[in-house]
């Protein structure tokens, strides 16, 4: 029997929700707020497995020879070295001989075609290939790296970012996407956040459910859907330090409660494949892991679609110490479950020996045959293996794609900081504003708009700041210095932007990280600065007097204590892609409000790093989790005796235009039964609602996040001082007030116990509908042994 996972959304939406009119298209891109557990299982995506698909696939098992099996266990990125010293011959020979299933980094309709006709054409059974590629966050369209695109709290605008990546891949032959990345990431050191949705299980599975639709379409069949995969599988996120492709320990109990439900909800949404990680849980690499891909995903989970590896991550179980030759490492991730090894070749050298010595089964070998050859024909490759090179160049940057991508781009940004001068706050700006001082190595560079991973997007396709702007006030009132590049930066450079901060009416600093080089995968940062000469370009333009706007790109939050106590605005800005410039102008002179809300902690210090929200309460807690506010200021308490414990802006966190009130939390019953939960947990039942008055306090219209959290006490394992278990944008008018209500499932009240075992106990339950991780106010119910 399959294990559940412990998602919940419990909404009813009031009003309207996420709406967004783009340029145009009047292009809505509303998600449906009300997710509830219940509505995500009926949703789930289209099954893998079919009694049409079964019968081909075991048709075509019968006739393969074992050397042709193995084949479809390959995969080479187009393009790698062969010759006698790799053990390969040409691409096109095997390709011929049956003797790959897959390649990778091919890209584009005619080279993928041609490629293809090889294997259709020319090899025995006629078995297509199957082209993979990073489309991370767009293929040619370029969208907010994925961290900024789970900030948006959006994931109808996720999936619509999705559903054109897969419009643009599959045009350029490319029908697997090595995508989404649903790694739990707490720790900013660590690169790879910025291609993720944060360190939250519950909106992490949200994320990635959206991501696989958005790719997969309602048919998986269909010639411009791809199929999605879920990595890196698991734990990759927890890397020790923070430190790329580091080892992770996890308990059990954490792997399930925390790390594996945004695989679970992937595999709900039914992506295709999944993808194993570069780093060992617990002592055992996770590419040769038989408890997380076996026991789990494929017994547990009854995945039907295959397993891939990471990059060499097969080959890499001799680094790691758990096989001394190439043979054993082959054997090892086959038998834990990996059906289709990248790149390290140590299938294909080695797996015909492994079966004919016995050391694997022909059994074990048609099952991950099977799994293969099972996604190909859902996919439909086998009837249409061939993109279409008429079709290719007018699917890229489409007028309704790049309104997609400004709307995902509006949405991402986050304001942190928006301090009043003079009474009034500094955002959003005047569009009478006399001058522009607009500053920083990252104003006037479009390429960094694009993040890591930035697919086939192109410089050329992005609108960078400084040209938004220009086109909005005109070059006479831009006064540009970039102060020196993003690492290096002479006198004359400072000297030259504060020039021009001081003959400005305001200052408009664009600074940040490197978006290529030092986001993403090898990217880890001991620490969490402004790298160069960065800060002192801030300080020396804040010395000036004059209003100063800082916009940050990044892939993590950056630990800037000065700039978020002496500079009035800040924005956080991640990378946000190709509408990079048009978003940013509209948010910054109000056009359009900043809605989004950090899908992180953000730490004041590295040496609070990892920090999260949903942390366990300790024996000496530094403060009550239910009035955080209220300080234990007390000695021996756990916190730091040269830092505040606190994060500089909590998980949820994000500022408006105007402000809103949260009322009391009210919960509609006092007690609820076990024995009601349990009944109610199958059919994901509600069990009570939750509700909070919510007012706009300020003179514009706007929109706010409304946050549920949970906690729970008196249990067989500590749980932590909260977790979101729902969320929904609401927007009012200034003045307006409005009852927000939650319906309350089972499934927020279930989950991982003391013996690993899923479901409810009695507990005493505290509820918060707030604005974010830190603040609301609390209600409490008891869950109950039995009916009094």
């Known amino acids: 029997m399959k294990s559940r996972s412990p998602l919940l959304a419990a909404v009813n939406v009031h009003g309207p929700l996420w709406l967004v009119l783009l340029a145009a298209f009047a292009f809505a891109v509303a998600p449906a707020c009300a997710q509830t557990a219940a509505t995500r299982t009926a949703s789930r995506g289209q099954a893998l497995e079919s009694p049409a698909i079964e019968k081909r696939v075991n048709a075509l098992l019968a006739q393969m020879t074992l050397e042709e099996k193995i084949g479809q266990l390959v995969q080479y990125s ?12 040409d691409d096109k020979d095997m390709i011929a001989k049956g003797q790959v299933g897959s390649l990778f980094n091919a890209t584009g309709a005619r080279e993928t075609n041609a490629l293809q006709r090889i294997a259709v ?23 907010p790296i994925p961290l900024g695109l789970a900030a948006t709290w959006n994931p109808e605008v996720v999936q619509q970012a999705a559903r054109v990546a897969a419009q643009e891949a599959s045009a350029g032959g490319v029908r697997w996407t090595f995508s989404p990345m649903v790694d739990i990431a707490r720790d900013a050191r660590w690169g790879r956040m910025s291609e993720g949705s944060g360190e939250d299980p519950f909106l ?61 909800a992937a595999e709900e949404a039914g ?66 479950g990996v059906d289709m090894d990248m790149v390290s070749n140590l299938y294909h050298a080695h797996m015909l020996e492994l079966v004919k010595s016995g050391q694997v089964r022909q059994s074990e070998i048609d099952d991950a045959v099977r799994r293969i050859l099972r996604v190909k024909f859902a996919l439909g490759l086998f009837d249409h293996p061939y993109a279409d090179e008429s079709r290719e160049s ?7 794609s790049i309104a997609v ?112 080089t030092m986001t993403g995968e090898a990217a880890s940062r001991a620490s969490l600065g402004l790298p160069g000469r960065q800060q002192e370009l801030l300080q020396k333009v804040a010395a000036t007097g004059k209003p100063v706007v800082l916009i940050l790109f990044s892939g993590r939050p950056l630990t800037l204590p000065w700039a978020f106590e002496h500079v009035p605005a800040v924005i956080a800005a991640w990378f946000p892609g190709v509408q990079a410039g048009n978003a940013l102008s509209d948010v910054l002179f109000g056009a359009a409000a900043p809605t989004g809300h950090l899908p992180l902690t953000w730490p004041r210090a ?46 949820g966190f994000g500022l408006t235009y105007t402000t809103f009130s949260y009322g009391a939390t009210k919960v509609s019953a006092d007690t609820v039964s076990v024995a009601t939960l349990r009944q109610a947990l ?10 909070a008055d919510l007012k706009n306090t300020g003179s514009r219209a706007g929109q706010t996040v409304a946050q549920l959290y949970v906690r729970l006490d008196g249990t067989s394992i500590a749980m932590p001082i909260r977790m979101l278990k729902g969320f929904q944008a609401v927007t009012l008018a200034p003045g307006e007030s409005r009852t927000v209500t939650f319906d309350l499932t089972a499934d927020a009240l279930a989950f991982w116990g003391a013996e690993n075992t899923y479901g409810v106990e009695p507990a005493r339950v505290t509820v918060w509908i707030a604005p974010n991780s830190a603040e609301g106010q609390s209600v409490n119910f008891d869950i109950i042994a039995a009916k009094r």
């Open 606 to 651: 590295v040496g609070q790093e990892p920090l999260y929200y949903n942390a366990l309460n300790t024996g000496r807690p530094a403060a009550d989790p239910a009035h955080p506010a209220e300080a234990n200021e007390t000695k021996y308490v756990s916190k730091y005796i040269d830092e505040p414990y606190t994060p500089q802006f909590p998980f």
């Open 121 to 143: 054409e020319k090899s025995r059974l006629h078995i297509p290939l199957i082209f993979g590629l990073d489309v991370i966050h767009g293929y040619r369209t370029t969208f």
């Open 78 to 89: 187009a393009g790698q070295a062969t010759g006698p010293t790799s053990g390969r011959t």
């Open 271 to 336: 992506t295709a494949t999944f993808m194993t990680a570069f780093n060992a849980i617990n002592g055992i690499p996770a590419s040769a892991n038989p408890f997380t891909v076996r026991k789990i995903l494929k017994n547990e989970w009854a995945f039907k679609g295959f397993v891939v590896s990471d990059w060499t991550s097969v080959s890499e179980l001799m680094a790691h110490g758990i096989a001394i030759d190439g043979a054993t490492a082959a054997r090892k991730a086959f038998l834990a």
């Open 394 to 400: 007018s699917a890229y940057l489409r007028p309704e």
């Open 682 to 691: 199958p059919a994901h039942g509600k069990v009570l609602t939750v509700s």
């Open 204 to 264: 992490g599975s949200l994320m990635a459910k959206a991501y696989v639709r958005g790719y997969q379409g309602e048919r998986l069949n269909d010639t411009d859907s791809i199929a999605a995969c879920a990595k890196h599988y698991v734990g990759y996120g927890a890397a020790e330090a923070g430190r790329d492709y580091n080892s992770t320990e996890i308990s059990e109990h954490s792997l399930r409660e925390y790390y594996l439900p945004p695989f679970h």
């Open 405 to 516: 991508a400004k709307a995902a781009g509006t949405q991402s940004l986050v304001l942190l900081r928006n301090e009043p001068i003079a009474g009034a706050p500094v955002l959003p700006l005047a569009s009478t504003v006399g001058s522009v001082a607009l500053l920083g190595p990252l104003a006037d560079d479009a390429g960094n708009m694009l993040g890591s991973w930035g697919g086939l997007g192109r410089a050329d396709d992005a609108i960078s700041l400084r040209k938004a702007l220009t086109e909005k006030l005109g070059e006479a009132r831009i006064h540009f210095a970039p102060g020196g590049s993003i690492l290096h930066s002479s006198d004359a450079d400072l000297d030259a932007a504060v020039a021009a901060a001081q003959s400005s009416d305001v200052a408009v600093l664009a600074l940040g990280e490197d978006g290529p």
